[in-house]
C-alpha cells in the first residue's frame, strides 16, 4: 500500500511528510536529506500476517536513531534490509559498514543506528516481532554482526529480495499470513545459523527446510512450471528429501500446490470486480494449463463450476 509519495505534495512539505511517515511505519528516527527541497520520496507498507514489508525509494537520505529516541520509545521489530540500486551505509554499536544491492543487513530498530544514502537509491526491508522470533535480543545484535556466517544467507537474501518486489500481489493472493509465518521462520534460523547456536541449530535447520519450500511455493503459484524439481533447486534440496518434508508436514505437494492455485482462482472469479475476462484466463493465471482438469478440480473441491461461483450461485455440498 501507497502511503507517500511526495510528488503529490508542495516542496515545503515534503520533508516533514517522509520524517512522519518513517516514524509512524518504519521505527522513531530523525530524517536528513541531501537536497531537502529537492526531495523526492516514495514509501509503501505491506502486511504479511506476522511480518511487515516497508520500501522507500527516495532522493539522498539519512535516518538517524538516537540514543535518546531509542531510550525513548519501546520498539521491538528488526528488519531485514536491502540496498537497492546504490550503496548504503549503516552505522551502529561501534560498527560502520557500506553495503551494496547484494548485500542483505539485520537491523535490531530497538538500537541506535545511522543509516542511509547519496544520490537516487533506496531500501526494501522485511520487519518482524523479536516476541515472535523466540530469541534472545542479545543473540540477535550478535547475528548483525555476523550474518554472512549462516548457510541460509543467499536464500534468505533472494527471499527477502522476491517478498518486497512482490508484496501487493502477496497480500492480495490471500496467502499473506502463511507467506509471513514462513519468512519469520527463515528469520528465525538466519539468526541462530548466523551465530551458531548449537542447541536451537537442528529445529532451526528443519524449520527452515519447511518454511522456505513453502514460501517458495506460495510465491511462485502463478508460475505454470512450478513443480518438485523447481521446488527443490531453489530451496537446495533433493526432490526425495522435498517430497519426505511434505509428508511429515502431512500433505503432498502436488496437492498442496493445487489447492492453493485452486483457492486463488476461486477468489479471483467470486470478487466483484473480476480480473479476468473469461474462466481460462483465470485459470491460466493460476497456473492451470488444462482447463478440463481446473473444472474438474473446481468442482470437486467448492461443489460447484467455475461458471457458477463466477454468477455468485451457491455451492452444493462439497463431495
Known amino acids: 500500500m501507497l502511503v507517500l509519495d511526495t510528488r503529490t505534495l508542495p516542496a515545503g512539505e515534503r520533508a516533514d511528510a517522509f520524517q512522519a511517515?518513517?516514524?509512524?511505519?518504519?521505527?522513531?528516527?530523525?530524517?536528513?536529506?541531501?537536497?531537502?527541497?529537492?526531495?523526492?520520496?516514495?514509501?509503501?507498507?505491506?502486511g504479511l500476517g506476522p511480518a511487515r514489508v516497508f520500501t522507500i525509494d527516495a532522493t539522498g537520505t539519512t535516518l538517524r536513531r538516537t540514543p535518546r529516541l531509542a531510550r525513548a520509545m519501546n520498539e521491538c521489530s528488526i528488519a531485514l534490509a536491502l540496498p537497492m540500486r546504490s550503496d548504503n551505509r549503516m552505522s551502529?554499536?561501534?560498527?560502520?559498514?557500506?553495503?551494496?544491492?547484494?548485500?542483505?543487513?539485520?537491523?535490531?530498530?530497538?538500537?541506535?543506528?545511522v543509516y542511509g544514502w547519496r544520490g537516487a537509491g533506496a531500501s526494501y526491508a522485511v520487519h518482524v516481532d523479536v516476541d515472535d522470533l523466540g530469541l534472545p535480543r542479545d543473540e540477535v545484535r550478535?547475528?548483525?554482526?555476523?550474518?554472512?556466517?549462516?548457510?541460509?544467507?543467499?536464500?534468505?537474501?533472494?527471499?527477502?529480495?522476491?517478498?518486497?518486489?512482490?508484496?501487493?500481489?502477496?497480500?492480495?493472493?490471500?496467502?499473506?499470513?502463511?507467506?509471513?509465518?514462513?519468512?519469520?521462520?527463515l528469520v528465525r534460523a538466519l539468526v541462530v545459523t548466523a551465530v551458531g547456536d548449537?542447541?536451537?541449530?537442528?529445529?532451526?535447520?528443519?524449520?527452515?527446510?519447511?518454511?522456505?519450500?513453502?514460501?517458495?511455493?506460495?510465491?511462485?503459484?502463478?508460475?505454470?512450471?512450478?513443480?518438485?524439481?523447481?521446488?527443490?533447486?531453489?530451496?537446495?534440496?533433493?526432490?526425495?528429501?522435498?517430497?519426505?518434508l511434505y509428508e511429515e508436514l502431512g500433505v503432498s505437494l502436488e496437492q498442496s500446490i493445487i489447492e492453493q492455485r485452486l483457492e486463488g482462482a476461486r477468489r479471483d472469479l467470486a470478487a466483484p470486480r473480476q480480473r479476468y475476462a473469461s474462466i481460462a484466463a483465470a485459470a491460466r493465471a493460476w497456473g492451470f494449463t488444462n482447463a478440463s482438469f481446473f473444472s474438474s478440480r473446481f468442482r470437486a473441491a467448492y461443489g460447484q463450476t467455475p461458471r457458477q461461483c463466477r454468477a455468485g450461485e451457491a455451492p452444493t455440498t462439497r463431495r
Open 92 to 113: 551502529w554499536a561501534q560498527e560502520d559498514r557500506v553495503f551494496g544491492p547484494r548485500d542483505l543487513i539485520l537491523v535490531d530498530l530497538a538500537q541506535p543506528y
Open 142 to 185: 550478535t547475528a548483525m554482526r555476523e550474518l554472512r556466517r549462516s548457510p541460509l544467507y543467499e536464500l534468505v537474501r533472494d527471499h527477502v529480495a522476491h517478498l518486497t518486489r512482490h508484496a501487493d500481489e502477496l497480500a492480495a493472493s490471500g496467502t499473506a499470513a502463511q507467506v509471513g509465518a514462513a519468512t519469520l521462520e
Open 21 to 46: 511517515t518513517v516514524s509512524a511505519n518504519c521505527s522513531s528516527s530523525l530524517a536528513v536529506f541531501e537536497e531537502p527541497r529537492a526531495l523526492h520520496a516514495e514509501m509503501h507498507v505491506v
Open 198 to 244: 548449537a542447541r536451537r541449530l537442528p529445529d532451526a535447520e528443519h524449520a527452515s527446510r519447511a518454511a522456505r519450500a513453502q514460501a517458495y511455493v506460495r510465491s511462485h503459484l502463478r508460475d505454470a512450471d512450478l513443480d518438485a524439481a523447481a521446488v527443490a533447486r531453489a530451496t537446495g534440496l533433493s526432490v526425495r528429501a522435498l517430497y519426505r
